[in-house]
């Protein structure tokens, strides 16, 4: 096992990131060098998800998130404000910096995977999402090390309000479930 990356880290490795894409998709370039460069990032893209990490998480800070709509869209990018039906999946793997009862994700882990994957449903509208209520049923004890699919939906949206709905479940079980009222605000930057 190796250590865990500290927040500098992580910002540089962001800020990497974020560089290296915004250069690529911005730039002038022919049919083959793009798919030359696609094909590079894919290929690192396979060698890091080859390797297991211990956890993957969006956790609490800027540090440690990694946004997929700052990497896959470029600068000034906005989507139509989600609709009923509309609908977002994620993946987390809870490790032991999330640990709450030994060998179990905390709660408040859960319900923070739960917000962030509610917020992203907004992300890319042009609106900066803030969370105004947020329950969470926890159903079953989460393991740390047991891959989570996290998935979110828009139930209702009026007023600016956002009525969101989502499950986190592994391997055909339902762990938890959690409902959630989104504000939109316009974004100001």
């Known amino acids: 096992m190796t250590a865990p990356a500290t927040a500098p880290e992580r910002e540089r490795l962001r800020t990497a990131a974020l560089r290296a894409i915004e250069s690529l998709v911005t730039r002038d370039a022919t049919p083959e060098q793009l798919s030359s460069w696609a094909g590079a990032l894919e290929s690192f893209a396979d060698s890091v998800e080859r390797q297991e990490p211990e956890s993957v998480l ?6 440690s998130i990694f946004s997929a709509a700052a990497l896959l869209t470029q600068a000034g990018f906005t989507l139509g ?7 977002v999946s994620g993946t987390v793997t809870f490790g032991t910096q ?24 907004e992300s890319l509208s042009g609106t900066d ?3 105004s209520e947020l329950n969470v049923r926890f159903l079953k004890k989460v393991p740390i090390g047991r891959k989570m699919t996290f998935e979110a939906a828009v139930v209702s949206s009026a007023d600016g309000r956002k009525q969101l709905r989502g499950q986190a479940s592994a391997e055909g079980l339902v ?15």
């Open 58 to 63: 969006w956790s609490i800070g800027r540090n």
């Open 81 to 87: 404000e989600s609709q009923p039906g509309d609908a």
């Open 98 to 121: 999330q640990e709450g009862h030994r060998g179990l994700a905390h709660g408040g882990c859960i319900a923070q995977a739960f917000d962030h994957i509610f917020g992203t449903l």
């Open 129 to 131: 999402p803030f969370t």
């Open 175 to 189: 762990y938890a479930e959690a409902d959630a009222v989104f504000v939109l605000k316009p974004r100001t930057s």
